[in-house]
């Protein structure tokens, strides 16, 4: 079981659970990089506004990374798109790239830029941050699910190709948990049903310290641990 300090990379960590898990991982003392779509005034870790739709800017990212950090011990891919509430019939293209764009290209793309460093990491993980619609899609969110389908696709395939290189890859559903955009996808209806934040939290920090113990392409819940 590893306690020591990792190098952790965090997409999508200026809000949410990015955020929440970034200041807990910090506050642990691990070394924390992080990026999202706005800037930050205080950040708790290394932090750089992108737009994981530009793989200009995402490469250029992860190579000023690279070269202050020099190896990764770990890929959060977190960012994601929820996108607009609506009937696929009455989907534009603009609508369905602007979701699928992030949610699956930008999870490519930073997976891909950051494998140099990973490969050179101790006991390297890229770890999927997945959603249950990825396997259950729900009316009204064709492209989310969709887009979080591709990805679970993308995590089983890397841990085949990336299994002799000795980096893990794992899936973690979060569950229904009460964020800013959860309540803006589906309505602040209280009659919704939520997961702690910090059995997430806990999850997380669980796979990290024992990620020398599992199988690559596993998929994890909070249940899993007991929590």
Same mark, same amino acid.
């Given at each position: +079981?590893?306690?020591?300090?990792?190098?952790?990379?965090?997409?999508?960590?200026?809000?949410?659970?990015?955020?929440? !898990?970034?200041?807990?991982?910090?506050?642990?003392?691990?070394?924390?990089?992080?990026?999202?779509?706005?800037?930050?005034?205080?950040?708790? +870790?290394?932090?750089?506004?992108?737009? !994981?739709?530009?793989?200009?800017?995402?490469?250029? =990212?992860?190579?000023?990374?690279?070269?202050?950090?020099?190896?990764?011990?770990?890929?959060?891919?977190?960012?994601?798109?929820?996108?607009?509430?609506?009937?696929?019939?009455? !989907?534009?293209?603009?609508? =369905?790239?602007?979701?699928?764009?992030?949610?699956? +290209?930008?999870?490519?793309?930073?997976?891909?830029?950051?494998?140099?460093?990973?490969?050179?990491?101790?006991?390297?993980?890229?770890?999927?941050?997945?959603?249950? +619609?990825?396997? %259950?899609?729900?009316?009204?969110?064709?492209?989310?699910?969709?887009?979080?389908?591709?990805?679970?696709?993308?995590?089983?395939? !890397?841990?085949?190709?990336?299994?002799?290189?000795?980096?893990?890859?794992?899936?973690?559903?979060?569950?229904?948990?009460?964020?800013?955009?959860?309540?803006?996808?589906?309505?602040?209806?209280?009659?919704?049903?939520?997961?702690?934040?910090?059995?997430?939290?806990?999850?997380?920090?669980?796979?990290?310290?024992?990620?020398?113990?599992?199988?690559?392409?596993?998929? %994890?819940?909070?249940?899993?641990?007991?929590?």
């Amino acid at each position: +079981m590893s306690t020591s300090r990792e190098k952790i990379v965090i997409t999508g960590s200026s809000k949410g659970l990015g955020f929440e !898990l970034a200041n807990r991982l910090s506050d642990a003392g691990h070394t924390v990089v992080g990026c999202g779509r706005t800037k930050m005034t205080q950040p708790v +870790m290394d932090y750089s506004p992108v737009d !994981l739709s530009d793989e200009g800017q995402v490469s250029q =990212w992860a190579k000023g990374v690279c070269a202050r950090h020099q190896n990764i011990d770990i890929l959060i891919n977190n960012a994601f798109q929820f996108g607009e509430r609506m009937r696929f019939e009455n !989907l534009s293209d603009s609508q =369905w790239h602007k979701v699928v764009d992030i949610n699956l +290209m930008g999870t490519f793309r930073v997976t891909r830029s950051f494998l140099p460093a990973l490969k050179v990491g101790r006991n390297p993980l890229i770890v999927f941050v997945g959603s249950i +619609m990825g396997k %259950w899609a729900r009316a009204g969110f064709s492209t989310y699910g969709v887009s979080k389908a591709a990805t679970e696709a993308l995590a089983n395939v !890397l841990a085949q190709e990336l299994a002799p290189d000795g980096i893990k890859v794992a899936t973690v559903y979060p569950s229904r948990i009460r964020t800013g955009l959860r309540i803006a996808g589906y309505g602040s209806n209280e009659s919704l049903s939520s997961e702690p934040l910090e059995n997430y939290l806990s999850l997380m920090e669980h796979l990290i310290r024992s990620r020398d113990s599992f199988p690559t392409g596993s998929c %994890w819940f909070p249940d899993d641990i007991g929590l």
